[in-house]
């Protein structure tokens, strides 16, 4: 189960939205060309690792680990969800004011994740935690906004349209459920997890300002413009009837 799209296209253009996946993109093709070993020496240099910020030096890495990426899927899944959620969100907060909140999301996911054991020697690459930040905030100002999810199971591929606080809500205890339970250790749950509390708390002088419980009033708990309509097409192709 994952989103493929909301129903809620931004009003202006989201250059940062865009410029955000493009330097994530070109980073990851010029990672990928490296050999294994300059690979994993790159993510080490360049990712955050903990114990190296707590002995004083390496604090550069708290954000060029934003644009880092371990995987195809990795990367994928992170720009589907910025490019689905950031250009609501930069649309209410500017374009420089959206960055800024995207890297100080991205800042307090990096030390959420590292406030367990901050002497860890483990790197730590993504640019999960900032756009954890981007879900919170979409949550807190726009709840009810229209979300497709697709789900899969085996054979059965099915597409809902579900309210964002469904969708995010979901996300949000899963990563909980995921940190709690420690099922890979591989991934950064708290970082996720602290990513979207603060992206939640870092927008709440915004949806004050507009009036709190009054803008979801005023706006329904949508973007304040107009919905998009999407319909599914049925197949071209001719049913062929099984003879008997």
Avoid: C
Wanted: proline content about 7%; aromatic content about 16%.
């Amino acid at each position: 189960m994952f989103p493929i799209r909301d129903h809620n296209p931004s009003e202006r253009t989201p250059f940062v939205t865009y410029a955000l996946i493009a330097i994530n993109v070109v980073i990851f093709l010029g990672q990928i060309t490296l050999p294994e070993e300059e690979l994993s020496q790159f993510l080490y240099t360049w990712g955050f690792v903990p114990g190296r910020v707590m002995e004083g030096y390496g604090f550069e890495t708290i954000f060029t680990s934003m644009f880092l990426h371990s995987g195809f899927m990795h990367i994928a899944g992170n720009m589907l969800y910025l490019w689905i959620f950031g250009d609501n969100l930069e649309d209410e907060l500017g374009h420089f004011g959206f960055l800024g909140f995207y890297i100080a999301s991205g800042v307090a996911a990096a030390l959420a994740q590292a406030l367990p054991d901050p002497y860890s020697g483990i790197p730590m690459v993504g640019a999960s935690g900032a756009i954890a930040g981007v879900l919170g905030g979409y949550l807190l100002l726009f709840p009810k906004a229209r979300i497709d999810v697709l789900f899969i199971f085996i054979i059965i591929f099915k597409v809902f349209p579900l309210p964002a606080w469904i969708v995010l809500g979901a996300w949000f205890g899963l990563q909980l459920l995921n940190s709690a339970s420690q099922l890979d250790a591989g991934v950064a749950y708290l970082a996720h997890a602290g990513g979207f509390v603060a992206g939640f708390v870092f927008i709440l002088p915004k949806w004050l300002r507009e009036g709190g419980p009054a803008f979801w009033r005023r706006t329904h708990g949508h973007p304040p413009h107009p919905e998009a309509r999407y319909d599914f097409v049925r197949s071209g192709v001719p049913t062929v009837k099984r003879r008997r």
